[in-house]
Nanobody
Framework: VQLQASGGGLVQPGGSLRLSCAAS????????MDWYRQAPGKQRELVAT???????NYADSVKGRFTISRDNAKNTVYLQMNNLKPEDTAVYLC???????????????WGQGTLFTVSS
């Protein structure tokens, strides 16, 4: 499974941005999909999670500002980010817990990440 994230760039404080992450490969089913972020000099942080049924969970630091969603037909997960702050600057990585064919092995896959910077 390959995960390709896109949507990074430069955004002003208070602005909005949407990240996308498309999964490809011999996918039987995508289960949990997450967005992590890693800022310079900081530990990787789980930002948001969405399970196959649509239930979501967020880090306290982004609740009310970020929304995770998924399009199962497109094997894609999104992260809508509003009211962005400089501390949101990071590399954002998507992950997918997937079952693949023909082995039906289930494991987690990581994308390479996309960088965006919040700065005036």
């Amino acid at each position: 499974v390959q995960l390709q994230a896109s949507g990074g760039g430069l955004v002003q404080p208070g602005g909005s941005l949407r990240l996308s992450c498309a999964a490809s490969g011999t996918i039987f089913r995508l289960h949990v999909m997450d967005w992590y972020r890693q800022a310079p000099g900081k530990q990787r942080e789980l930002v948001a999670t969405i399970i196959s049924g649509g239930t979501t969970n967020y880090a306290d630091s982004v609740k009310g500002r970020f929304t995770i969603s998924r399009d199962n037909a497109k094997n894609t997960v999104y992260l809508q980010m509003n009211n962005l702050k400089p501390e949101d600057t990071a590399v954002y990585l998507c992950t997918a817990d997937a079952t693949i064919t023909p082995t039906f092995v289930r494991r987690r896959y990581w994308g390479q990440g996309t960088l965006f910077t919040v700065s005036s």
